[in-house]
């Protein structure tokens, strides 16, 4: 299993074999506080690297969430839509949120490892 | 202009707040525990707000001023009991609302609790229809925090005895480190509470005293998902100049003697729309489901005609579920009409409901 990899936009990824799983980070469920909705892209559906591939909702506002990288989605977490305050709990484990069969293997190189990622987080939450 | 701070600035400070600007002022959002945590712990316990934003007016006059007030407000001032309140609105003209208001008859005139962003228009309007016969004082030197939840009394009752006495929307002058404080049984929560107006130098020490003996400091996210499960009118959302009170579903804080009558700012419209009825109406709605739908959501009926639109929603940590008010036409304002309200492109069904979502536990008394 490959080293987990993060983009800007805030969510992991986890690579193993040609399937990955996705989610958001720590940092991003600090951001947003309380979770109390998620919304799930469709089993079989297609997404694009960096297009919107669901949305949290914090009790203050929504916001989308992304995907880093191109594929077809596999498989999606229904924990965390009957139980949405399962992502404040264990954002990078057991509350991911979709698992991609993914296209391009190289697309995982445009993403940070974890010390440029919490450096990332550090600036821009500053 | 630079946003401006409260007394209790580093007692937020000190308890991890983080401030959002809010009618200028930088107030907390929230604290450490986050919303949810918050709004439970109000609900069970006890919570603290700094509403010191908000306007505290004292208006100074005797039986001439109660005459020029009702030429204002649509309530039987002249027989309002001392250290008696009630919840009102300024309308001009049109009966649209300009700022909804708690008045309190005091020993020395009246007390009126503005909203933090509309209390200088509202002290300038006031100001002019009172034609500068009375002494006026918007208080920068008062601060004002709330105290919300069942033990509330106890916690209170413990730091300024005697308050537990205090009937619901009713208050008195206490004294605290011996400061006048002024506090009302009253709130903003759908919880029993007290709101306790105290010179700004001392509401730091008093909040400290709360906070020891089990109190704690509850943000604005929090105040905003009690209020909307309590069913209460959020102004700049739930209420505007566009809306009366009757549209807003506000008719029981209009005294039915002063209808009769007539004589205050804006009655010509409140009595038509009591007579002919009104085409939109202020209304509960409960998604199905999850899903939020917010503020400015449209809303549509079952033959997908635009019917409304959402003035407030979020999710209801009491409910456990999404709860919403807004604005409806009115032949689909019955309860349990179903509707369908518009998130991210898609129509997810929901329907009317009674307010409040969330049951109120108010201390009764006399009033």
């Known amino acids: 299993m490959s080293e987990v990899k993060y983009s800007k936009e805030h969510e992991w990824i986890k690579l193993d074999g040609d399937v990955a799983t996705i989610g958001i980070t720590k940092h991003a469920t600090e951001m947003l506080g309380d979770i109390v909705f998620a919304e799930l892209p469709e089993k079989g559906s297609s997404v694009e690297k960096d297009g919107t591939a669901g949305v949290v909702e914090s009790t203050k506002a929504a916001s989308d969430v992304y995907t880093p990288v191109?594929?077809?989605?596999?498989?999606?977490?229904?924990?965390?839509?009957?139980?949405?305050?399962?992502?404040?709990?264990?954002?990078?484990?057991?509350?991911?949120?979709?698992?991609?069969?993914?296209k391009d293997p190289s697309e995982m190189d445009t993403l940070m490892n974890k010390d440029d990622y919490d450096k990332f987080a550090k600036e821009t939450s500053a | 202009m630079e946003t401006k701070k409260t007394s209790l600035y580093q007692l937020?400070?000190?308890?991890?707040?983080?401030?959002?600007?809010?009618?200028?002022?930088?107030?907390?959002?929230?604290?450490?525990?986050?919303?949810?945590e918050e709004?439970?712990?109000?609900?069970?316990?006890?919570?603290?707000?700094d509403v010191s934003h908000m306007g505290q007016l004292f208006i100074y006059g005797g039986e001439d001023l109660s005459k020029d007030l009702e030429k204002i407000f649509p309530l039987d001032l002249k027989n309002l009991k001392l250290n008696h309140s009630k919840y009102s609105f300024l309308m001009d003209k049109d009966a649209g609302i300009h700022d909804d208001l708690i008045i309190t008859k005091t020993n020395e005139g009246f007390l009126i609790i503005l909203n933090a962003a509309c209390k200088d228009n509202d002290f300038k309007i006031l100001k002019e229809l009172l034609e500068e016969k009375y002494k006026m004082v918007l208080?920068?030197?008062?601060?004002?925090?709330?105290?919300?939840?069942?033990?509330?009394?106890?916690?209170?009752?413990?730091?300024?005895?005697?308050?537990?006495?205090?009937?619901?929307?009713?208050?008195?002058?206490?004294?605290?480190?011996?400061?006048?404080?002024?506090?009302?049984r009253s709130g903003y929560t759908g919880?029993?509470?007290?709101?306790?107006?105290?010179?700004?130098?001392?509401?730091?020490?008093?909040?400290?005293?709360?906070?020891?003996?089990?109190?704690?400091?509850?943000?604005?996210?929090?105040?905003?998902?009690?209020?909307?499960?309590?069913?209460?009118?959020?102004?700049?959302?739930?209420?505007?100049?566009?809306?009366?009170?009757?549209?807003?579903?506000?008719?029981?804080?209009?005294?039915?003697?002063?209808?009769?009558k007539g004589d205050f700012i804006g009655s010509d419209i409140i009595i038509k729309q009591l007579n002919d009825g009104v085409s939109k109406i202020r209304v509960g709605i409960k998604p199905e489901g999850r899903i939020i739908a917010r503020e400015k959501t449209k809303i549509f009926n079952q033959s997908d005609v635009h019917i409304g639109e959402i003035t407030s929603g979020t999710f209801g940590p009491s409910v456990n579920g999404p709860v919403a008010m807004g604005y409806v036409e009115n032949e689909f304002s019955k309860k349990n009409t179903k509707v369908f309200l518009e998130v991210r492109g898609k129509k997810h069904p929901a329907s009317i409901c009674s307010l409040p979502f969330y049951k109120k536990s108010y201390v009764k008394g006399v009033n």
């Open chain 1, 70 to 102: 191109s594929g077809e989605v596999v498989d999606t977490n229904q924990v965390i839509v009957d139980d949405p305050s399962k992502i404040n709990q264990d954002p990078e484990d057991s509350a991911w949120f979709f698992k991609l069969k993914i």
């Open chain 2, 12 to 36: 937020h400070q000190d308890c991890n707040a983080k401030f959002v600007e809010f009618a200028g002022y930088q107030m907390p959002i929230q604290y450490s525990e986050g919303i949810v």
């Open chain 2, 39 to 49: 709004h439970k712990f109000t609900r069970n316990h006890s919570g603290i707000f």
């Open chain 2, 139 to 184: 208080d920068e030197n008062r601060s004002l925090i709330a105290i919300q939840g069942p033990k509330s009394s106890e916690i209170l009752n413990d730091v300024i005895n005697g308050v537990k006495d205090l009937n619901f929307m009713s208050g008195n002058w206490f004294k605290f480190e011996n400061q006048k404080v002024y506090i009302t």
């Open chain 2, 191 to 260: 919880e029993d509470g007290f709101e306790i107006s105290i010179t700004n130098d001392f509401v730091d020490q008093l909040t400290r005293e709360l906070i020891n003996k089990g109190s704690k400091l509850i943000g604005l996210g929090a105040r905003d998902t009690l209020r909307l499960e309590a069913g209460l009118c959020l102004y700049g959302h739930d209420l505007d100049k566009d809306k009366t009170p009757v549209e807003a579903n506000l008719k029981w804080a209009i005294s039915k003697e002063r209808i009769s």
